[in-house]
């Protein structure tokens, strides 16, 4: 039981995380559907119409775009799955279409199709499929006569046929499930609003240290009620309404109040019941995370700090925010936005937001509130918060490790290249799939610069704000060049980047060096070939050379180089040991004889 819920959580990350893809394409989108509508007088009426259709374009085809980036999220990004989810999408609308009548549905025009709308989730699970299939096989064999369809072909043609199951089988599912989601839109969006934000924003934030909450947005954004534009066509959505014209579909504005206000004031109260001597430190790690989530609405920075140390204090907070968006809906002020809710789109939807000059009356006072739980609670129960512990390495104080070697250290962190199956990353997190969590150094990873960090089964998060997508694209490119030295322990890492206290092995020098050398720069192409070399990754040696023809790749694995790596055409890596420095030394000495 313990293994599938696991795994379970696992594959709900993964969707979660692939959910990113299509919603960042939204603030684009929602800046331009939300400016063309406001119809500015300064642009003309045709600049206007250009920037409203611009963006209605991308929601009008929300659906397609999430089983785009549902496949690419859940297959390593490869381009197939996406190609597979655009044809499977079309085939199951179509089928969808021709079932209708069987049922006696009325269809609805989709990309020119008849068909049930099953709106997003009809992309999420289509895209899913994609991705199943991509995974199953993208290396599948056929007989010589159909070759051509072997391999990553044939997952196009076997999501066109799935599809057509999918369309069948969804036509039977998908009235009832329909119906659960018009009955609570219509309770949520029309009978008791209020207790449904109320709801919204408590289960949003609690679902947050999980990376869950996008599943749990999904069908507030997206699905919630109804509205009809000018044109005839009916969205659905608290954003797709809002920016369709119906302003009063923003019911979420309460996001303003906490993220503009609340947490910049916790950060206060954590700063001021900090140890005094810790609070140089805490103060600069609270103000960027105050300000992060004060301008983009972007809270993880802010939030990890406390939640794992004070969970008692992250419950408070998250009943907060439920009181935020109670009040800010009881007020009738109603807010849209295009990504989250921070001054930014504060300020590029003032001119269609209801009663946006609100926020900056009840902000204040919810800013007075956060602060005084934040300060009673943490000096009434004594709770662990920034600064107040023995150690505060453990906030974000990150090794001082240089950028070409922050991906190493990550890895390594997470147990070495051997234990990691999987790397992604969404917003604001690193989302790591390791075989054997005891081997992972969660304090290694804080001293990196991790905010915190999230166990689940074999399933990592480390929180290291908006710059993880980066983080993960570095690890990548880092892995697949990587040695022996992505397998370093503690013990092997030089002091400046090993998390222990000074307790590392004492190295033994080569005594045959000079030989090796002069042996490896005669196979660089002689010493007159090599320009400058230095030790790279405490294993490896950078050598640029002149002529990289001149090299003899298979003369130098065989006189003890371990891998020979090119990177450019005048750059090489040599993959040389725990020796490297010493090499390095010698030949930089011996070039300049």
Not at 228 to 233: C, K, Q, S, V
Not at 303 to 322: G, N, R, T
Request: hydrophobic share 50%; glycine share 8%.
């Amino acid at each position: 039981m313990k293994k599938f819920l696991n795994n379970a959580f696992a594959f709900l990350q993964k969707i979660g995380k692939s959910l990113m893809l299509p919603v960042a394409i939204l603030p684009a989108a929602g800046i331009l559907l939300g400016v063309g509508s406001a119809n500015f007088a300064i642009f003309p009426d045709i600049i206007n119409e250009l920037m409203k259709n611009a963006g209605g374009a991308v929601f009008a085809n929300l659906a397609l775009l999430f089983a785009v980036g549902v496949a690419l999220g859940l297959s390593k990004n490869d381009g197939v799955s996406g190609l597979s989810a655009v044809v499977g999408y079309v085939v199951m609308i179509a089928t969808l279409g021709v079932m209708a009548k069987v049922h006696g549905v009325e269809p609805k025009q989709i990309m020119g199709i008849d068909s049930i709308d099953t709106g997003v989730f009809g992309g999420i699970i289509v895209g899913a499929l994609a991705a199943w299939l991509f995974n199953k096989y993208y290396r599948i064999s056929m007989p010589s006569y159909l070759g051509f369809f072997a391999g990553k072909r044939f997952v196009p043609i076997a999501t066109s046929f799935a599809a057509i199951i999918l369309g069948v089988v969804l036509s039977y599912i998908w009235p009832p499930v329909q119906g659960a989601i018009d009955a609570f839109s219509h309770f949520a969006a029309e009978e008791n609003t209020a207790l449904a934000v109320t709801i919204y924003g408590f289960v949003e934030r609690m679902l947050l240290p999980f990376g869950l909450h996008h599943i749990w947005n999904v069908p507030f954004f997206f699905e919630l009620g109804s509205y009809t534009t000018a044109d005839g066509e009916v969205v659905h959505g608290v954003i797709n309404r809002f920016f369709a014209g119906d302003y009063q579909a923003g019911i979420l504005a309460g996001g303003f109040i906490f993220k503009m206000f609340g947490l910049p004031a916790a950060a206060l109260a954590i700063y001021h019941t900090a140890k005094p001597e810790n609070r140089a430190k805490i103060g600069s790690i609270m103000a960027s995370g105050a300000l992060t989530s004060f301008l983009t609405g972007i809270t993880e920075p802010l939030e990890f700090a406390f939640m794992f140390v004070a969970p008692l204090l992250y419950f408070f907070h998250a009943i907060l925010v439920s009181l935020a968006f109670l009040s800010v809906y009881l007020l009738d002020v109603r807010m849209g936005y295009s990504f989250s809710h921070g001054l930014i789109d504060y300020l590029l939807f003032y001119a269609i937001d209801i009663k946006p000059w609100m926020i900056l009356i009840i902000g204040p006072i919810f800013a007075a509130i956060y602060y005084f739980v934040f300060r009673y609670a943490i000096l009434l129960f004594n709770l662990k918060t920034p600064g107040r512990e023995e150690d505060i390495a453990d906030v974000g104080e990150a090794i001082n490790a240089s950028a070409d070697a922050m991906a190493q250290q990550l890895v390594l962190a997470f147990g070495g290249k051997s234990n990691i199956k999987n790397i992604d990353a969404c917003i604001t997190r690193l989302r790591i799939e390791v075989k054997d969590i005891k081997k992972a150094n969660q304090e290694k990873l804080k001293a990196l610069g991790a905010a915190g960090v999230v166990v689940v089964g074999d399933n990592m998060q480390a929180i290291f704000g908006t710059r993880s997508e980066n983080l993960m694209t570095d690890m990548q490119e880092y892995m697949r060049h990587a040695g022996n030295e992505a397998e370093l322990t503690e013990q092997d890492q030089p002091s400046e980047f090993s998390y222990l206290k000074k307790a590392g092995k004492s190295k033994l020098l080569d005594p045959n060096a000079p030989q090796k050398v002069a042996q490896w720069l005669t196979e660089l192409g002689s010493i007159d070939n090599v320009s400058e070399v230095e030790v790279c990754a405490q294993t490896r040696l950078r050598v640029k050379v002149k002529d990289a023809n001149m090299i003899n790749k298979k003369a130098l694995e065989t006189l003890g180089v371990e891998a020979v790596l090119p990177i450019d055409d005048h750059l090489i890596h040599l993959l040389t040991g725990l020796n490297a420095d010493q090499y390095a030394t010698e030949m930089s000495a011996q070039i300049t004889k």
